[in-house]
């Protein structure tokens, strides 16, 4: 049986990955009006529904004045919509609206696409079923 390195497995895993992320980027033109983090605040306000400002700057791993800039571009640019909390008229209830659902699953369709399409242009059935293996490893090492 082969022997693996944890760290040298972990390194490639994180280099191959990485550059599948960068490719797919690069390949789908990201000239948007968006940065990188508020493509994924607003993605993240797309799964969830709803949120405080307070918890996407934690999840973004933002402070909470570059959060509130990012809410405020979002925003003016029509893709959420901020409501009052009805328990805490202190606190900020963040949504998303038509169009922000829109630009996020046109974003999210085109990443499929073009992942689909290399895949069937790169990958032999064998192949295709080693990914699919690997899905199921790289799902259980995030849940």
């Known amino acids: 049986m082969l022997e693996i390195n944890d ?20 390949e789908l033109k990201e000239d948007e009006i968006l940065s990188m983090t508020e493509r994924s605040t607003l993605s993240l306000i797309y799964k969830q529904g709803e949120m405080l400002p307070s918890e996407l700057a934690a999840k973004e791993k933002v402070t909470s004045q570059s959060m509130s800039q990012i809410i405020n571009k979002l925003h003016d640019n029509g893709l959420i919509e ?8 202190r606190k900020v209830i963040i949504t998303i609206t038509p169009l922000g659902k829109e630009f996020v699953e046109l974003r999210m369709n085109q990443k499929m696409e073009w992942l689909a399409k290399t895949i069937s242009e790169k ?19 995030v849940d």
Not at 123 to 141: R, V
């Open 7 to 26: 760290n040298e497995l972990a390194s490639r895993l994180r280099v191959s990955i990485s550059r599948l992320v960068k490719v797919m980027r690069s």
């Open 82 to 89: 901020k409501t009052p909390s009805q328990e805490d008229k």
């Open 123 to 141: 990958t032999n059935d064998s192949e295709k079923e080693t990914l699919m293996n690997a899905i199921a490893i790289l799902t259980k090492l």
